[in-house]
């Protein structure tokens, strides 16, 4: 039986404390090599993009692919298909577009369990969107937050997610009204931003203060900036949820560091190896996890909603969709 779920049952079983536990859970497998992710496919014409985004985790025995097209100008639609991988069958076909912002925060929450400071409380976020909610419910999910502070660009968007942040986590939470102001003494900063096509910097290196976390999710692409070079300088340690190679081709910040005649940051390691063997952080170190994605942790974060839905009874059976062909 195949069951079909829609944006609003996303929201209906979406917990971030089981998506934090299921990302990391996958980041384990993928560490011990039970995690096969072929590249991502690109297909592109006239403004309109398609990407494919296939796993198999074998230690979950999954399978499945995260798909999505369409421009920035039209709007995007992402679709994840989840397979159960020893026969084949097709368990559900989910609305991914909060998903993705929903997993994409179970990761920085993961990354802010292993590489923030224990105690770290006061957070900054850049960014009043989805990715922003998301993020910062991910790291309130790990750690013990008590204050907030938000810049974006439009008043009204950073004084309502001001709002939102305050009423959601019940603590103190402020619109700043500039960039640097927000994250001055904060112990975790959230960079979650969409400056648009080669817009500017949301976040410099000339603000790290010792012993900030910083969780930078923006600029996923080569042509969209997040961050400048002079963070990944400062930083003390670099985590990427990606192969190096992936994230270097991907991401505009990284793609800079390479511009500016950096070294490919030989001191930056990967989240699963984290996870895997632990981290040990000094009281002072900066520490900066940049995310871009992966299959599996969208297959991980699927079964969470998924297996949700079964229990509360919520989402579309409709019945076997496609028969297996025999040979």
Request: hydrophobic share 45%; aromatic share 4%; with cysteine.
């Given at each position: 039986?195949?069951?079909?779920?829609?944006?609003?049952?996303?929201?209906?079983?979406?917990?971030?404390?089981?998506?934090?536990?299921?990302?990391?859970?996958v980041?384990?497998?993928?560490?011990?090599?039970?995690i096969?992710?072929?590249?991502?496919?690109?297909?592109?014409?006239?403004?309109?993009?398609?990407?494919?985004m296939?796993?198999?985790?074998?230690?979950?025995?999954?399978?499945?692919y995260?798909?999505?097209?369409?421009?920035?100008?039209?709007?995007?639609?992402?679709?994840?298909?989840?397979?159960?991988?020893?026969?084949?069958?097709?368990?559900?076909?989910?609305?991914?577009?909060?998903?993705?912002?929903?997993?994409t925060?179970?990761?920085?929450?993961?990354?802010t369990?292993?590489?923030?400071?224990?105690?770290?409380?006061?957070?900054?976020?850049?960014?009043?969107?989805?990715?922003?909610?998301?993020?910062?419910?991910?790291?309130?999910?790990v750690?013990?937050?008590?204050?907030?502070?938000?810049?974006?660009?439009?008043?009204?968007?950073?004084?309502?997610f001001?709002?939102?942040?305050?009423?959601?986590?019940?603590?103190?939470?402020?619109?700043?009204?500039?960039?640097?102001?927000?994250?001055?003494?904060?112990?975790?900063?959230?960079?979650?931003?969409?400056?648009?096509?080669?817009?500017?910097?949301?976040?410099?290196?000339?603000?790290?203060?010792?012993?900030?976390?910083?969780?930078?999710?923006g600029?996923?692409?080569?042509?969209?900036?997040?961050?400048?070079?002079?963070?990944?300088?400062?930083?003390?340690?670099?985590?990427?949820?990606?192969?190096?190679?992936?994230?270097?081709?991907?991401?505009?910040?990284?793609?800079?560091?390479?511009?500016?005649?950096r070294d490919?940051?030989?001191?930056?390691?990967?989240?699963?190896?984290?996870v895997?063997?632990?981290?040990?952080?000094?009281?002072?170190?900066?520490?900066l996890?940049?995310?871009?994605?992966?299959?599996?942790?969208?297959?991980?974060?699927?079964?969470?909603?998924?297996?949700?839905?079964?229990?509360?009874?919520i989402?579309?059976?409709?019945?076997?969709?496609?028969?297996?062909?025999?040979?």
């Amino acid at each position: 039986m195949t069951l079909l779920l829609s944006d609003a049952d996303v929201r209906a079983t979406a917990d971030m404390t089981r998506l934090v536990d299921a990302v990391e859970a996958v980041l384990h497998e993928e560490n011990d090599g039970l995690i096969t992710m072929p590249p991502r496919v690109n297909v592109a014409s006239d403004g309109t993009v398609l990407r494919l985004m296939p796993a198999h985790l074998a230690g979950s025995n999954l399978m499945g692919y995260k798909s999505f097209h369409g421009s920035m100008a039209k709007g995007v639609r992402y679709l994840i298909v989840l397979i159960r991988a020893d026969d084949g069958e097709i368990l559900a076909l989910v609305d991914a577009a909060l998903l993705t912002g929903l997993r994409t925060g179970a990761a920085s929450g993961v990354a802010t369990r292993y590489l923030a400071r224990p105690g770290a409380a006061d957070v900054a976020v850049i960014g009043s969107g989805l990715e922003a909610d998301t993020n910062l419910a991910g790291v309130a999910a790990v750690r013990p937050v008590q204050r907030v502070r938000v810049f974006s660009p439009n008043p009204q968007r950073r004084a309502a997610f001001a709002g939102r942040a305050g009423d959601a986590l019940g603590v103190e939470a402020i619109a700043a009204a500039t960039a640097e102001e927000a994250v001055a003494g904060a112990d975790i900063v959230i960079v979650a931003t969409n400056t648009g096509t080669h817009g500017p910097v949301a976040y410099q290196g000339a603000w790290i203060e010792p012993g900030q976390h910083i969780v930078s999710v923006g600029a996923t692409s080569p042509f969209l900036r997040e961050l400048d070079p002079a963070c990944f300088d400062r930083a003390d340690h670099v985590v990427f949820d990606a192969t190096p190679e992936q994230v270097f081709d991907e991401s505009g910040d990284l793609i800079a560091v390479t511009d500016a005649g950096r070294d490919r940051l030989r001191h930056a390691t990967v989240l699963p190896s984290v996870v895997a063997h632990g981290f040990d952080r000094g009281a002072s170190d900066v520490t900066l996890f940049k995310s871009v994605g992966t299959a599996a942790q969208d297959i991980a974060a699927a079964k969470v909603v998924y297996d949700m839905a079964i229990e509360r009874g919520i989402g579309r059976q409709i019945g076997v969709l496609a028969d297996a062909k025999q040979f």
